[in-house]
T-cell receptor, first 113, second 113 residues
Framework: AQSVTQLGSHVSVSEGALVLLRCNYSSSVPPYLFWYVQYPNQGLQLLLKYTTGATLVKGINGFEAEFKKSETSFHLTKPSAHMSDAAEYFCAVFSGGYNKLIFGAGTRLAVHP | DAGVTQSPTHLIKTRGQQVTLRCSPKSGHDTVSWYQQALGQGPQFIFQYYEEEERQRGNFPDRFSGHQFPNYSSELNVNALLLGDSALYLC????????????FGPGTRLTVT
């Protein structure tokens, strides 16, 4: 069965610091991986996705993630945090057998001045 | 290009009542999936509708049912509401039922008292 684990339910960084949000997945087939962001009282917005090809994928708002098969990881990074990045971030894997997204529990990112 | 829309935004119901939530998919999309996001958790897959039929179902009881209309819009119905049904209900649309990339609506916040 496929699953997603997000390490750290809360991450706090200073404005301008590196953002690193961790995601590990379990999948018996080549995974399709996603990062979504959720601002308070809103739905999910797609940040970036990995399907095939280049393992370093760039998304919106300066975020990027690297697919590492050997480590079964898909960590999300941003070189310099901005106050507007404060939100909940969800990593997800697509289950092709069930045509559904399987989400991690989420990581709440706080950005301090 | 209209994105995914959901109505209503918020809803308060009493235990035992029934509720209907509505979703219009992104323009050009023909598949709708519903997810339940309890407070502090990641979204959980409820079911998927394609060609007006339920195609996949997650681990939710029969109290949860749905419908898809010829214009691809969808409804989620929940009968005999329980306190534990309080959550944010997210609708996601895609082009094709095996498409991994899904676009989410803003959600309907259901509170059961």
């Amino acid at each position: 069965a496929q699953s997603v684990t997000q390490l750290g339910s809360h991450v706090s960084v200073s404005e301008g610091a590196l953002v690193l949000l961790r995601c590990n997945y379990s999948s018996s087939v080549p995974p399709y991986l996603f990062w979504y962001v959720q601002y308070p009282n809103q739905g999910l917005q797609l940040l970036l996705k990995y399907t095939t090809g280049a393992t370093l994928v760039k998304g919106i708002n300066g975020f990027e993630a690297e697919f590492k098969k050997s480590e079964t990881s898909f960590h999300l990074t941003k070189p310099s945090a901005h106050m507007s990045d404060a939100a909940e971030y969800f990593c997800a894997v697509f289950s092709g057998g069930y045509n559904k997204l399987i989400f991690g529990a989420g990581t709440r990112l706080a950005v301090h001045p | 290009d209209a994105g995914v829309t959901q109505s209503p935004t918020h809803l308060i119901k009493t235990r035992g009542q029934q509720v209907t939530l509505r979703c219009s998919p992104k323009s050009g999309h023909d598949t709708v999936s519903w997810y339940q996001q309890a407070l502090g958790q990641g979204p959980q897959f409820i079911f998927q509708y394609y060609e007006e039929e339920e195609r996949q179902r997650g681990n939710f009881p029969d109290r949860f049912s749905g419908h898809q209309f010829p214009n691809y819009s969808s409804e989620l119905n929940v009968n005999a509401l329980l306190l534990g049904d309080s959550a944010l209900y997210l609708c996601a649309s895609s082009l094709g039922r095996k498409q991994a990339e899904q676009y989410f609506g803003p959600g309907t916040r259901l509170t059961v008292t």
